[in-house]
């Protein structure tokens, strides 16, 4: 069980960590306040919640942190190995910790009025709605960004995963899966990228860089998701797999191409991401937007990417071609959210027999905060 998420703490005052050009400087505005966000879960399943950070920002500069373990939903209350390999935390840590419902009032009193923030919203905002759905509350009623949708507009890395995001932009991160500090980098990535852009407030910086926020209400969802200005040419163009697709899907438009071996089988994979309307091609070129890399690859250094396809990725990349890297933990969670909208009681992929408890000794899913 890691330190920070043994038990609830508060830290007013403490700077935010944006790099090193305005780490301790005065705040840049009165309008940057959010509370970055960060579960980990105990297995497969996204509802399955057994830790939470949170870190508040005001006028730009973090100013209280929170972290603490869940007991997860009864009907969720089992840990595969794997998840444990990640974060350190197992069936005894969260023995007499708090229950979903009582981390979620407290959740909501911390946040306030506030927006939220996460790192791979998809995947934290998704974990609240079908925490909550496990433990038959209500879902709460919250603004949301996402600063990995925000880093995809406003930089160009080979992979947008946490730690390699905090890299480029100077963020400190202390303890990749520990919640808190997770939390920490995402609240010190939105800060980066606002200064990057002048943007004042949570709010101008996602108009800045065409994102649209997402909000969740008791009853429905809208994801945060990437839109475009009138006339602009960057919109992706229809695919012929699934022109109907979800458009302000990550996967829409994109030309995809797969290397490695893969725990699903490579034609299923190309049928589930033409469904969301991506177009797999078999070889890297120069219509390529991503390539997925399989045989256990963990999109933490470059330097592991040892197939050829990937070699003419890096090859491409160094010509100016946008193309980036996911690893199939990526790949997965993009594949759990087929939309970018929903009504609660609406199945989606993560609720499907696929994901469905059998054994807790079998299936170690990979969905787990990027």
């Not at 403490?14 to 005065?26: L, M």
């Not at 910086?205 to 998701?225: F, R, S």
């Not at 250094?301 to 933990?329: H, M, N, W, Y």
Request: some cysteine.
């Amino acid at each position: 069980m890691t330190a920070s998420t043994s038990a609830a703490t508060v830290e007013p005052g403490a700077s935010a960590p944006t790099g090193a050009d305005h780490g301790d400087a005065a705040p840049m505005s009165t309008g940057l306040d959010f509370v970055a966000v960060d579960v980990e879960t105990a297995n497969h399943h996204r509802g399955s919640i057994c830790a939470i950070g949170l870190v508040v920002v005001r006028a730009g500069r973090i100013t209280e942190r929170h972290a603490w373990l869940v007991k997860p939903a009864a009907s969720l209350n089992w840990f595969d190995a794997y998840n444990t390999a990640l974060h350190g935390i197992g069936p005894a840590d969260v023995a007499d910790a708090d229950s979903f419902e009582a981390s979620l009032q407290r959740l909501i009193a911390v946040v306030g009025d506030l927006s939220v923030v996460a790192h791979n919203a998809a995947f934290d905002i998704g974990a609240l709605r079908d925490a909550c759905d496990a433990a038959g509350l209500a879902w709460p009623r919250l603004q949301y960004a996402c600063s990995l949708v925000m880093a995809r507009r406003a930089l160009s890395l080979i992979s947008y995963r946490l730690p390699m995001v905090a890299d480029a932009l100077g963020v400190d991160l202390m303890s990749h899966h520990d919640a808190a500090a997770d939390a920490g980098a995402a609240a010190g990535i939105v800060l980066a990228l606002a200064a990057l852009q002048q943007a004042p407030s949570l709010s101008s910086l996602a108009t800045k860089l065409l994102v649209l926020l997402g909000q969740v209400d008791p009853d429905t969802w809208q994801g945060c998701h990437r839109t475009y200005a009138p006339g602009s040419s960057g919109k992706p163009l229809p695919p012929a797999a699934n022109p109907d697709a979800d458009p302000h899907h990550r996967l829409f438009g994109q030309v995809m191409v797969f290397t490695g071996a893969l725990s699903l089988r490579r034609e299923d994979v190309w049928a589930q991401v033409a469904a969301l309307g991506a177009i797999p091609e078999s070889n890297v070129t120069k219509r390529t937007n991503v390539l997925v890399i399989g045989d256990g690859f963990k999109g933490a250094d470059p330097a592991d990417f040892a197939t050829g396809k990937a070699a003419r990725a890096a090859a491409q990349r160094a010509k100016g071609q946008d193309i980036e890297v996911l690893c199939e933990s990526d790949l997965l969670m993009l594949l759990n959210e087929t939309g970018t909208t929903g009504r609660r009681g609406t199945a989606h992929a993560g609720t499907g027999p696929q994901t469905a408890r059998s054994n807790p000794d079998q299936q170690i899913s990979r969905r787990t905060s990027l």
